[in-house]
């Protein structure tokens, strides 16, 4: 049976450390880590890292031991982006949010 693929961006990793997100960014965290599911992270995940606290960058060092699935940012995605904020799907401030969207659909 295929597993499930799962694309998560910065906000799930930061809901880890969010007491309001934390039950279930963490139980996500376990799926990935017991094999549940398939876990891809992006290299956009990787840059909005750098500029995260030290307790996010640190949980998502436990992330990336769960995958070695990591999606570019390819020149698709970044036009698939700026189309969703041609047709003002996002606003031009949710740049990042529209790629991350974006990049999901390498795995469809």
Known sequence: MKKTRIYVDTSV??????PEFQEWSLGL??????GTFLLF?????????QDS???????????????????ELTAE???LAN??????????????DARHIALQQQLV
């Open 13 to 18: 990793i930061g809901g880890c450390c969010d």
């Open 29 to 34: 965290l376990r799926d990935f880590k017991s």
């Open 41 to 49: 992270l992006s290299e956009l995940t990787d840059a909005e890292i």
């Open 53 to 71: 606290p030290e307790e996010v960058k640190h949980i998502y060092v436990e992330f990336r031991k769960c995958t070695d699935k990591i999606i």
């Open 77 to 79: 995605a970044i036009e």
């Open 83 to 96: 189309a969703y904020l041609r047709r003002n799907i996002l606003a031009l401030n949710y740049l990042n």
